[in-house]
C-alpha cells in the first residue's frame, strides 16, 4: 500500500511539471499579421505594391525562412493624403500587427512614428528619406533604403567636382523638401559652398506659382539649380523653366532620385517629354548587379502584367528595397520567434483614463515584443536583391551609393558613381570596396558630361543677371604701408600696387564685371586682416583686396589668388653714394672715436716705457731717444708689428690691443670698400 502511494506521488508530480513546462515554451504561430501603407496609384506606390506582394508570396512559399508560420499582409491605400495615412495607421492597431511597411511620405512618417513609438511597432519604410527620421525622436521608425543625407553628399561632391561654388535650390516645402535642403546646405559648407537662393514649392504648386518662383531664379547670379521634389512637381518645374529660358547654354540642372522614378516607371514617355530635360544630371538610387537582381527584374514583366489600366511600368530602385524590406522583416520575425519571443499584445495605460469618447481607441493594443522585434531587425545580416543588408549604429544602410546620369536625347548615359567610401568614381563601386578608402580630390573622376544647349564645355556657373547689384569688394584701410592699398582722401576711390593688379586682371576678362570697393577699417589703426577674409564667409564682402598675406587658417575661410608679391628671406641695405679719396680709410670712425684711439696708444706707449726702459735696452738713451721710441711703439702698434722687443709680462695687454685695432681696422676698411660699391 505504502508503495502504491509512492508511484501516485510520482505519477502525479511528472504530470504537474509536464503541465508547467508546455505552459512555459513558446508555440510558434500559424499567421503573423504585418501591415502595409501606400498610396497605390503613385509611382512610388503602385511598384511597391506589386514588389511587397512578391515578397510575401516567395517567403511564403519557403517554409525554411520562418519554420512553417506564414505572413499576412494587409494593404491600405492612403490615396496620396496624410490624414488617411494616419487613420489607415490606427486600424492597423485594432488587428494584432507586428509591423508595418510604410509609410510612403515622409510628411505621414513623422506623424505615425509618435503613434508606433507609443504602441511599440515596427515601422520600415524604404521611401520615406528625410534625414531628420533617423533621430532618436522616432525610436521605431527604420529607414529600409538609402538615407537623404547621402543623396546630399552626392549633390556636393558633384558641385565641387565641377569647382562650382553656389547653387539654387528649388525644393517641395514640407518635411521631405526642406530637410533634404537642409541636408544639402550641410554637405556644402563642408565642400565650402554654399546655396546662395532657396525657392520653397507647395507641393501641390500651381503653375502660376511655379512660374512666379523661377522668376527670382532669373535674377540671382547663380547658374547652378538643384531640384529636390516629387517626380510630379519636378517636370512642372522643368517645362516651366523650358518656357523662361533656364535650360539653355550656361545653365547647370541637377535632380535628385526623382527624376530617376519617372524614367524607370515610365517606360514609354510620350514624344517631346525629353525636351526639358536635356543635358540634365539626375541620381538614381545604386544596386549592384547579382543573380537575384537579375532573376527579380526578369520576373517583373509578369508581375505587373494586367495590374495597370495604364499598361505595363517599370521597376524602380524603390521596388527592388521594397522586395527587400519584407525579407527583412521576416529574418527579423524569425530570429524574434527562435529566441522565444511571443505575440502578446496589451491594452494601452495612457487610454485608461482619457475620454475617448466614439473614437473607439480603446480597441488599440501595445505589442508587448516590439522592442524585441526592433533589435532583431536592426540585427539582421543577409543578401538580398539590392546587395548586402545590414545596418550601421546610426540605423542607416550599410554601402550608401548612387549612380550619376546624364539625360542625352531620348535616352541616359550613366557618367559615373557616388559612395561615401571613395566619393565620385567611374567603377562601380562594389569594386572598390576591397581597397583602401580614398575620398581625396585626386581621386574624383566622371566621364564626360553633355550640358543644356548639346555644349561640350563646363559651364562656369555663375552669370550676371539683368539688373543685378555690384560685386562688393572690402579694401582694408591701412596707416602703415599705404604704397600698396590707401584711400584717396575725401573720395571712395583706392590706390596704391594691389588696385593696380586687381584693375589690370578685371581689364582681361572677355566680360564686364560690375564692383564696388568699399571701406574695411576706421583709417585710424590697421585693420584686422582675418576678419576682413572672415566676413567673405558671411556674406557681408563677396571679395577683397589688399596686401593680405596667404596664411592656413584664412584658406580655410576662402579662396585666394596665386600670389604676385614674394616675401622672402632679403636684406635691406641704404644705397648712398660717397666720393673715394686718400682720406677714405678714416670713415669707419668718427674724429671723436681716432682721437680717444690715438691717446689710448699713447698712454699703452707711456706704460710700456715705464716697464721696459730699466731691462730693455731698446727702451734706453737720450731722453729724445726715449720719446722717440714712445712714439714710434705707439704708432707702430696701429698697423704692424714694433721692431722692440718686450720682456715684461704685463706687455701681453699691449699686444691684445694691438690685435683688436688691426682687426677693427681691417673692419672698417672692408665696410668703405662696400659702400663704394654699392
Known amino acids: 500500500m505504502r508503495i502504491i502511494c509512492i508511484l501516485v506521488f510520482m505519477l502525479l508530480s511528472s504530470g504537474s511539471s ?16 504585418i501591415g502595409a501603407l501606400f498610396s497605390f496609384h503613385s509611382m512610388i506606390g503602385k511598384v511597391g505594391k506589386i514588389a511587397v506582394e512578391a515578397a510575401i508570396e516567395d517567403v511564403n512559399s519557403d517554409p525554411s525562412v520562418l519554420g512553417g508560420t506564414k505572413l499576412n499582409l494587409t494593404l491600405h491605400d492612403t490615396n496620396y493624403s496624410g490624414f488617411l495615412g494616419i487613420v489607415e495607421s490606427l486600424r492597423f492597431m485594432e488587428t494584432k500587427t507586428v509591423a508595418i511597411i510604410g509609410p510612403q511620405n515622409s510628411v505621414t512618417a513623422h506623424v505615425i512614428s509618435h503613434i508606433a513609438k507609443e504602441l511599440q511597432v515596427p515601422l520600415l519604410s524604404f521611401s520615406a528619406t528625410d534625414p531628420t527620421l533617423s533621430s532618436l525622436q522616432f525610436p521605431f521608425f527604420i529607414r529600409t533604403s538609402q538615407n537623404d543625407r547621402y543623396q546630399m553628399a552626392a549633390v556636393a561632391a558633384i558641385v565641387d567636382y565641377f569647382e562650382w561654388r553656389e547653387v539654387v535650390a528649388i525644393f517641395v516645402d514640407d ?37 512666379n518662383a523661377l522668376v527670382k531664379v532669373t535674377l540671382t547670379t547663380s547658374r547652378i539649380l538643384v531640384v529636390h521634389t516629387y517626380e510630379s512637381t519636378g517636370m512642372v518645374v522643368l517645362n516651366v523653366a523650358q518656357h523662361l529660358g533656364l535650360t539653355g547654354p550656361g545653365y547647370v540642372w541637377i535632380a535628385t532620385n526623382w527624376l530617376s522614378l519617372l524614367l524607370d ?21 545604386y544596386t549592384p548587379n547579382s543573380a537575384l537582381k537579375r532573376k527579380f527584374v526578369s520576373r517583373w514583366t509578369n508581375l505587373t502584367y494586367g495590374k495597370s489600366s495604364s499598361g505595363q511600368f517599370g521597376l524602380s530602385t524603390y521596388g527592388l528595397y521594397a522586395y527587400d524590406t519584407v525579407w527583412m522583416l521576416a529574418h527579423a520575425i524569425n530570429s524574434f520567434l527562435n529566441e522565444g519571443g511571443n505575440l502578446s499584445f496589451s491594452n494601452l495605460s ?26 532583431n531587425i536592426l540585427d539582421v545580416n543577409f543578401t538580398g536583391i539590392t546587395g548586402p543588408v545590414e545596418f550601421t549604429p546610426d540605423r542607416d544602410l550599410i554601402r550608401p551609393a548612387f549612380e550619376v546620369i546624364n539625360i542625352i536625347g531620348s535616352g541616359e548615359r550613366r557618367i559615373g558613381y557616388w559612395s561615401n567610401y571613395s566619393g565620385l568614381s567611374i567603377v562601380p563601386p562594389e569594386t572598390l570596396y576591397s581597397k583602401p578608402p580614398n575620398g581625396s580630390s585626386l581621386n574624383q573622376q566622371l566621364y564626360d ?5 548639346q ?73 584686422r586682416t582675418t576678419e576682413l577674409v572672415r566676413q567673405i564667409t558671411t556674406g557681408v564682402f563677396d571679395a577683397a583686396i589688399g596686401d593680405i598675406a596667404i596664411i592656413t587658417n584664412r584658406t580655410r575661410m576662402a579662396d585666394f589668388t596665386q600670389p604676385y608679391i614674394e616675401s622672402g628671406l632679403v636684406v635691406i641695405a641704404p644705397v648712398k653714394k660717397l666720393n673715394s679719396n686718400a682720406w677714405a680709410f678714416l670713415r669707419p670712425f668718427t674724429a671723436k672715436m681716432w682721437c680717444i684711439t690715438a691717446v689710448s696708444f699713447l698712454v699703452v706707449g707711456v706704460v710700456v716705457w715705464i716697464l721696459e726702459h730699466r731691462i730693455n735696452d731698446d727702451f734706453r738713451g737720450p731722453p729724445k731717444r726715449q720719446v722717440i721710441t714712445i712714439l714710434w711703439f705707439s704708432f707702430s702698434t696701429m698697423f704692424f708689428s714694433h721692431r722692440e722687443n718686450t720682456f715684461n709680462n704685463f706687455l701681453l695687454l699691449s ?24
Open 350 to 375: 495612457k487610454l485608461t483614463w482619457a475620454d475617448v469618447g466614439a473614437l473607439n481607441l480603446n480597441a488599440m493594443s501595445v505589442f508587448n515584443g516590439g522592442r524585441a522585434l526592433l533589435q
Open 455 to 527: 555644349a561640350a564645355t563646363k559651364p562656369r556657373g555663375w552669370a550676371f543677371p539683368n539688373g543685378g547689384g555690384h560685386l562688393r569688394i572690402g579694401v582694408p584701410r591701412r596707416v602703415s604701408y599705404q604704397e600698396f592699398v590707401s584711400q584717396v582722401e575725401g573720395t571712395d576711390m583706392f590706390s596704391g600696387y594691389c588696385i593696380d593688379v586687381f584693375t589690370a586682371a578685371i581689364n582681361l576678362l572677355p566680360y564686364t564685371v560690375p564692383y564696388k570697393l568699399i571701406a574695411y577699417g576706421d583709417g585710424v589703426t590697421n585693420p
Open 175 to 211: 518635411d521631405h523638401g526642406r530637410n533634404g535642403i537642409a541636408a544639402l546646405g550641410d554637405q556644402l559648407n563642408e565642400k565650402r559652398c554654399k546655396i546662395s537662393l532657396k525657392v520653397p514649392l507647395k507641393p501641390d504648386a500651381s503653375l502660376d506659382e511655379v512660374t
Open 655 to 678: 699686444k691684445g690691443l694691438k690685435l683688436w685695432f688691426q682687426t677693427m681696422t681691417q673692419l672698417g676698411t672692408s665696410r668703405v670698400r662696400l659702400l663704394e660699391t654699392t
Open 18 to 33: 509536464s503541465i508547467g513546462d508546455s505552459r512555459n515554451v513558446s508555440t510558434r504561430p500559424d499567421v503573423v499579421n
Open 265 to 285: 516607371t515610365n517606360s514609354t514617355r510620350p514624344p517631346g517629354s525629353m525636351e526639358s530635360i536635356q543635358g540634365l544630371i539626375a541620381l538614381r538610387l
Open 449 to 453: 558630361v553633355v550640358w543644356p544647349g
